[in-house]
């Protein structure tokens, strides 16, 4: 193609020194043409601009140092090094490479002087860096951006290319362009991201507040405004089943209750009633803080549209949580005589084939599983609600797969989405645009608040004591380890020598130990043994932050809490405190604890609300972490954060109205923020 096609239609190949196998790793990172390059943006940037005396060197830290060679060699170890001692008359310092050519040697002789940028180590005989980045003549007289990268593609080639490519960023196209915003024009605003001046606000880029990242944060918010409003619009014009309510299987629910409904539980399920008794797809989002009685509401809009003759799929992300469900359906569902199907992605065999008989057929009302309900040879009867819990954990192929099980005749069955992250408004509103979304914010009476307490490990004889009176009285308690940075091996081996402790420590107490390496099957039956009341102690890992349901437990430790986040911390503790039993949760942690640890740890002490704790968690953490990928679904932004940039939103919502009414435009924006699976998830 030539070079005078516009940026969005010019292959990464055009670019000088990109060939085959460098355009095969830059499609890796998503990026296959020139205008792809530009919006490739910097993860952060390292402040090279100050030179640092070798003498004030500690391990950690990432400096440029200016030095002289003192002597130079290869150095025939374990594996062969080029090794350069390095001077500056405040300390010396090694700098080490494995993988080196002649060129390199031949510039290491004594007396030379370069400067070079790394992170600093200790090595063998003292502090060193490897592989250290030289840098020339000029460089470093500004902010040095770092991308995301993959294997084979260095920082130091990404930079090269994006200086190659930045003088296409003048032909790129600007559906903002002349709108009267006070902010840079695409090309300018590029040109500062990629290569910050001299005199650009230092302070302003590290943050993410300088005009220039808000150019483009203003525009990939618009971007994905138009994209979930579209998705929306797609959802509404297709026809769904109307599922008038009779009030014949949800009476005789709420009858066999031993509870009443909050008043939030009643609004909520009013709000989802109304929806499915109209022709077209509901898209309802329920959040509900933990132990706000979710479930419910949700098995009430299933048996309304049991009632009006259609089937209903339940699917959650893990097998522990998908058998939560199932007990929670089998016991409302089958005393009013409907079959509830289970499917797992561990089964096969007869019972695989007589739940999904049992489902194509129709005999099943209500199927409950994991990603097994949408998997190919999977047919449902007459699907006319999906009903999705934490449906972050889920991509969006596997969402649509599901709600293409119930497309006959042109219909989509209704979709009802639970998730237990309470999300502040604002940014709800932002993220979710093409869902409607209901709060259940209110505890169901009779579940206590639980006590939280930090100590510090050097008290853990102290807490382990507690753990044995507290079972020697007749309750149940957990024992988290978190490893979260390690290997799932680590966190497994941590969890089985820390059962194997507390086994010895309380010879008395039945331990049990879950952790993510068990079989389903093996972790299933170790949750029923505890749910039973078999087990008197359970030991895990992070596993059991959903899905598990065990009144009679009333005590929870966690270790490293400082590991965790806000949310996760606050869905742990959130195990306990589900019976009329004072419950109390205690964070183990290993001190000193960094600042922002110990907010964390202060606001779990202060609070057991959800909503509470999701504004702290996105003061501390920022929307890009609590709106990331694992968390809701929305694909990690990249220029944006929704805390940061919330006064953009009004503006956002403006701008999205207008380019609505220009769908090439809209196409454009799409095409450079969204990924491919949002934007054709209406299709």
């Known amino acids: 193609m030539a070079a005078s096609a516009p ?19 830059l499609g890796r990172l998503g990026v296959t043409t020139v205008a792809d390059l530009l919006f490739h943006l910097p993860l952060r940037y390292q402040d090279r601009t100050r030179v640092l005396p070798l003498g004030s060197l500690r391990p950690g830290d990432e400096a440029v140092i200016e030095a002289e060679v003192v002597q130079a060699g290869t150095h025939d170890g374990r594996r062969r090094s080029l090794l350069a001692r390095v001077a500056d008359g405040t300390g010396w310092l090694t700098l080490r490479w494995f993988y080196f050519g002649p060129g390199l040697q031949r510039s290491l002789v004594p007396g030379a002087r370069g400067r ?21 003549e000029g460089e470093g007289d500004a902010l040095t951006p770092i991308y995301p990268a993959t294997e084979g593609l260095t920082q130091p080639a990404l930079r090269t290319l994006m200086e190659r490519a930045l003088p296409a960023a003048a032909e790129l196209a600007d559906p903002l362009a002349g709108e009267g915003d006070d902010l840079p024009e695409l090309a300018t605003a590029l040109q500062t991201i990629h290569r910050p001046p001299p005199e650009a606000d230092t302070e302003a880029l590290l943050e993410g507040t300088h005009p220039a990242r808000r150019r483009l944060a203003f525009e990939e918010l618009v971007a994905r405004q138009i994209g979930l409003r579209r998705l929306r619009a797609a959802a509404g014009a297709h026809a769904a089943p109307p599922l008038a309510p009779t009030g014949r299987l949800t009476n005789a629910l709420l009858a066999s209750l031993p509870f009443n409904l909050t008043a939030a539980q009643e609004r909520v399920a009013a709000e989802i009633r109304a929806d499915l008794g109209e022709a077209h797809p509901m898209q309802r989002l329920v959040q509900g803080d933990v132990g706000s009685g979710k479930t419910v509401v949700a098995a009430l809009a299933a048996l309304q549209a049991v009632e009006a003759g259609w089937q209903v799929a339940v699917m959650a992300p893990t097998e522990i949580l998908a058998e939560q469900h199932r007990a929670s359906f089998q016991a409302w569902c089958e005393p009013l005589g409907l079959e509830v199907a289970w499917l797992s992605g561990r089964d096969r065999g007869d019972s695989r084939r007589a739940a ?25 009867h007459d699907l006319g609600l999906v009903i999705i819990d934490e449906q972050h954990r889920f991509g969006v192929h596997q969402r649509l797969a599901l709600r293409e099980k119930g497309g006959g005749e042109g219909r989509w069955p209704h979709q ?37 307490v930090a100590v510090p490990d050097s008290r853990r004889p102290e807490v382990v004591e507690r753990v044995g009176r507290a079972c020697a009285e007749g309750r149940q308690a957990y024992w988290v380890c978190t490893l979260i940075e390690e290997s799932e091996a680590s966190a497994a081996q941590a969890a089985e020598q820390t059962a194997a402790e507390l086994g010895e420590a309380l010879p008395t107490l039945h331990v049990g130990l879950v952790h993510g390496r068990l079989r389903p099957e093996e972790k299933e039956a170790v949750m029923a043994a505890f749910k039973a009341g078999e087990l008197d102690l359970l030991v895990a890992t992070t596993v059991i932050e959903v899905g598990v349901d065990v009144p009679n437990a009333s005590l929870m430790i966690i270790e490293n ?24 949760c205690v964070l183990l942690y290993h001190g000193p604890l960094s600042e922002n640890a110990g907010q964390r740890l202060a606001v779990m002490r202060e609070s057991d609300d959800g909503f509470t704790i999701a504004r702290h968690d996105l003061a501390l953490r920022g929307s890009g972490e609590v709106l990331g990928t694992r968390q809701t679904g929305v ?20 701008r999205a109205d207008a380019l609505l009414e220009r769908p090439e435009a809209a196409e454009v924006l799409e095409r450079r923020w969204l990924p491919e699976g949002e934007r054709y998830a209406a299709v």
């Not at 509103?429 to 608040?449: F, K, M, N």
């Not at 809490?561 to 109390?584: C, T, Y």
Request: charged content about 25%; aromatic content about 4%; proline content about 8%.
């Open 561 to 584: 809490p400082e590991r965790l986040g806000l949310a996760q911390l606050h869905q742990l503790r959130g195990r306990v405190g589900r019976g009329s039993a004072k419950s109390s």
């Open 635 to 654: 694909a990690g932004l990249r220029a944006a954060d929704l805390q940061r940039d919330a006064d953009l939103l009004p503006a956002v919502q403006q």
């Open 356 to 380: 999904a008989e049992a489902v194509a057929s129709g005999r099943a009302a209500i199927a409950v599983g994991t990603h097994a309900l949408f998997q190919e040879g999977m047919a449902f």
């Open 416 to 452: 009802l989405i639970m998730t237990a992250t309470p999300i502040p408004r604002t940014l709800a509103q932002s993220a979710y645009a093409d869902l409607d979304v209901s709060v259940i914010d209110e505890r169901p009476p009779g579940r206590t608040p639980v006590e939280t």
């Open 7 to 25: 940026p969005e239609r010019r292959p990464i190949t055009d670019l000088h020194g990109v060939g085959p196998r460098q355009a095969e790793r």
């Open 116 to 136: 070079w940028f790394g992170e600093v180590r200790t090595g063998p005989t003292g502090l060193e860096m490897v592989h250290p980045e030289a840098m020339k």
